[in-house]
């Protein structure tokens, strides 16, 4: 596989020459300045990939072009906005940049409730605390019938949470699900906007009465008008799986599944409908066997993200060493180095190490716990070509 590495642009602490320097080969990136919904200028576009070639290294995959939530929802000025998709695209392919991926998640780009959960060694990861979730959902933003959708385990800890948190507690985890997970996304919120819930609680109303088969139109929709300029210019769309997999806050949710997939490429049965393969979306759901589903899709697979998780049975699930959990990833890289050996892939996501703690890094894209990852898989990468040769030869 090709590896890259996501960049987020010239405001990165991580130099593009060091990523060089440990056997990075294409760069994963957007142009994070545009806002969500404006045409990406072909001019800026060349500039910045001239800019990613002049360390030696090339632009091999947009992560993301955002679609706005207004085509998700087919809101009125839905047409515009797909428009300047097509145009942004149009402009993607001209500087030669085809591969791209973007997600169908209503509002919520990704979610975790902490972004620095301890490990015994004193690094941390990302978490996704069920219980922590529900009184987020049920005291915070008072969503009504938030509960209905609780197990009575569950809401028995958001009553223990409730006599214990308190408004800074309250802060750091709105802080934690809304914010700081969202703004270096193009998300809709950023750091800063001033009174993040009630932001937060307009956008999901957008979304009143659109259930799992609307949103299905709605992206049947918009893919059908895109596939015309994709076929132009040899663009591959990889959409994301949905992070968690799971339902959350009362919103739809369309891409978390084998079943959901095969929705989405027959509905749209074009080779440049493709999918971003994320190990980690996928393993968060219990019911997903993710090396089968690497197999069932590697034709349609355009773009991968390598990492792991661990679900505990209280619906909890924290993101794993990446050899380690329900990610599989030796299985997964066997059969993705066998059916197409040139897919770009990036390790995603890593522990924070202590010495990082304070560079302000985005959650999850420290600089050590990456290199880590792509150290492993790179091992994995070898040891699976060597095997291969090993069965070539007897
Ligand atoms: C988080 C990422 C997501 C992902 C987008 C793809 O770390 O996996 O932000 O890039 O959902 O559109």
Known sequence: MEKTWRWFGKKDQIKLETLRQIGVEGIVSALHDIPNGEVWPLEAIKEYKNHIERFG??????????????????????????ENYIRSLENLGQAGVTTVCYNFMPVLDWARTDLFHPWKDGSSSLFFDKAKFAYFEIHILKRQGAEQDYTSETLSKVETLKQTMTQSDNDYLIDSVIVKTQGFVNGNIKEGDLNPVEKFKNLLSLYDGIDKNQLRENMKYFLEKIMPVCEKYGIQMCVHPDDPPFALLGLPRIVTNEEDIHWILNSVNNPHNGITFCTGSLSANPENDVPKLAQKFVSRTKFVHLRSTEVFENGDFIEADHLKGRGKLVEVIRIFEKENPTLPMRPDHGRLLSEEEDKGYNPGYGFLGRMLALGQLDGVIAAVNNEFSNQNKS
């Open 57 to 82: 290294l090339k632009w091999s995959v947009v992560e993301s072009l955002p679609v706005s939530e207004a085509i998700k929802y087919a809101g009125e000025n839905r047409d515009q906005l797909i």
